[in-house]
């Protein structure tokens, strides 16, 4: 059974663009989460999203937003770069929004911003 | 508001030696704590999940404890060996924000 898949796994941008992260969940799974992971903050909860809505929003300014499709993949966007923003993005996935469900992770997509 | 503590933030053992990591949390109303291992440059690897209802957890040489009273949960690894060498994380989600709150990590070396 294939894992939670992110791409792409390394990327390059520079300041003021805009990038696309991917995440595939593992089949069957309906909720998708994301988190930024960065040396200085650790990890943090970005937004989580079931049956194509978003259902819970962390304290991130509104350069970043998201959206998953019928097929439950989901992708995240961050326009107009920021040095800040280099980080690890990890994607989960979960069965259900159960709030008990177990959380299953990617590899991630490590941005890195120039 | 939730903080996640862990406590050490650093750990170096020889192999065979039984370990304790600690997870504390300021907010005991949780929906379930979980641990994970971070292996460098890598993802998360789900280790154990306990229920708010639950004790404790066991996994082969892993055993979770959760006390939601106190707001700790430990990691129990039993003789380590140098291929638990990761990083490890706790994470809760509590009711309140229904939002995963990860602790700060322990990063564990064990060598031959």
């Known amino acids: 059974k294939a894992g939670v898949t992110q791409t792409p796994r390394y990327l390059i941008k520079t300041r003021g663009q805009q990038v696309t992260l991917s995440c595939s969940p593992i089949?069957?799974?309906?909720?998708v989460s994301w988190y930024q992971q960065t040396p200085g903050q650790g990890l943090q909860f970005l937004f989580e999203y079931f049956s194509e809505t978003q259902r819970n929003k962390g304290n991130f300014p509104g350069r970043f937003s998201g959206r998953q499709f019928s097929n439950s993949r989901s992708e995240m966007n961050v326009s107009t770069l920021e040095l800040g923003d280099s980080a690890l993005y990890l994607c989960a996935s979960s069965r259900n929004r159960d709030r008990a469900g177990e959380l299953f992770f990617g590899e991630g997509s490590r941005l890195t911003v120039l | 508001k939730q903080e996640v503590t862990q406590i050490p933030a650093a750990l170096s053992v020889p192999e065979g030696e039984n370990l304790v990591l600690n997870c504390s949390f300021t907010d005991s109303a949780i929906y379930n704590l979980q641990w994970f291992r971070q292996d460098p440059g890598k993802g998360l690897t789900s280790l154990l999940l306990i229920q708010s209802s639950q004790r404790e957890q066991t996994s082969g040489r892993l055993n979770a404890s959760l006390d939601k009273s106190s707001g700790r949960s430990t990691l129990y690894i039993a003789a380590s060996q140098p291929g638990d060498s990761a990083t490890y994380l706790c994470a809760v989600r509590p009711q309140s924000t229904d939002k995963l709150i990860f602790g700060t990590g322990t990063r564990l070396q064990v060598f031959p």
């Open positions: 089949s069957g799974h309906r909720s």
